[in-house]
């Protein structure tokens, strides 16, 4: 986005979306708080003792540069907590993603961040979003190394098309079932109406945190992409309760809804430039197909609905070779 509508937006969406953590982290080390700034747009806040039985909070946003509703939300939670910054009652780390695509007002400059939290990265090696994520995941080993058992990861997403749910979160299966069952709660304290349970990585950063730090992380899709400070905030006011709620420790508000709960029933992976899709990128999330329809083509693979119905969530034929182009979720509870 350029300089002028930066400038206009409040100060503390603006030092956000800049990645500028100066007053925030000034209150929390004032009031004894270990505070580090590790990398770029990442920010710690642990308690000045080490303390395995505190919480370590993970929250990121902007992994999307377009994505701009969590930061704005994040930037007035943050700007509050640390107004009182006793209250903070976790180890927190606050990671703004993808700060040079922020900036640019895009999506990404070369490729999706959110593909690179894995070890084999093919074509995508060279670019400048995985040299983005070697930072994110140095940073995140770091601050989870030595942390309690507690351990949460947020990243916070909007959705780029419509949703039949328009709140929903995809939740790692390898997920141990005390910490999925409290994360689970708190996603429905937060409003999320569906969660898809993933079996597999796609490469994403919760994935990561979720398999290799042990932590319970999620990817959460809060409403509609929107610029950056003029996005509705009322859609994300359940989520930013729930997530101010868990920063200061206090016992989880009654889910506001119980969310749906959904399987993934198939990957659809890009295997060649002949794949073709029976839908595409305007498709909303969720959308039912029946038994035998065509999801994909490529070349001899045809992938078909295989139950009675499958709803396809992140449908995008555009994606790189070798990645996912949709889910296939089916509907459990
Ligand atoms: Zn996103």
Not at 72 to 88: F, K
Not at 134 to 140: F, K
Not at 141 to 156: I, M, V, Y
Not at 198 to 220: D, Q, R, W
């Amino acid at each position: 986005m350029s300089a002028t509508s930066m400038s206009a937006l409040p100060q503390a969406v603006r030092a956000l979306a800049e990645a500028d953590f100066g007053a925030v982290a000034q209150r929390f080390r004032e009031a004894g708080f270990a505070v580090a700034l590790p990398a770029p747009g990442i920010l710690t806040v642990k308690g000045a003792a080490p303390d395995a039985q505190r919480s370590s909070v993970l929250v990121s946003v902007g992994v999307h540069g377009d994505e701009t509703g969590p930061i704005e939300m994040v930037a007035y939670l943050l700007d509050t907590l640390s107004q009182s910054p006793g209250a903070l009652a976790v180890d927190l780390m606050l990671c703004v993603g993808n700060i040079d695509a922020i900036r640019a007002g895009k999506r990404f400059i070369d490729a999706d961040l959110n593909r690179m939290f894995r070890l084999e990265r093919g074509a995508l090696a060279g670019t400048f979003e995985a040299g983005r994520a070697d930072v994110l995941i140095a940073a995140t080993r770091a601050f989870f190394e030595g942390s309690g058992p507690q351990r949460w990861h947020l990243d916070l997403h909007t959705a780029i098309r419509p949703s039949h749910y328009p709140m929903f979160a995809i939740v790692p299966e390898l997920i141990a079932d005390g910490p999925r069952t409290r994360l689970n709660a708190w996603l429905g304290e937060a409003g999320i109406q569906a969660i898809i349970m993933n079996p597999a990585s796609a490469g994403t950063y919760s994935y990561f945190t979720a398999e290799h730090l042990g932590a319970a992380g999620t990817t959460v899709e809060l409403g509609r992409v929107g610029t950056l400070g003029q996005n509705d905030l009322s859609q994300f006011a359940d989520a930013s309760s729930a997530l101010d709620r868990l920063l200061r420790g206090l016992p989880a508000h009654s889910a506001k809804v119980e969310p749906h709960v959904f399987a993934t029933a198939q990957s659809i992976m890009k295997l060649s430039d002949a794949f073709t899709m029976s839908v595409g990128r305007e498709t909303w999330n969720f959308t039912a197909l029946k038994k035998g329809d065509v999801i994909a083509s490529d070349g001899d693979t045809v992938y078909t609905v295989q139950h009675d119905e499958e709803l396809v969530v992140f449908p995008n034929p555009d994606v790189r070779v070798g990645l996912r182009a949709g889910i296939m979720v089916v509907r459990v509870s």
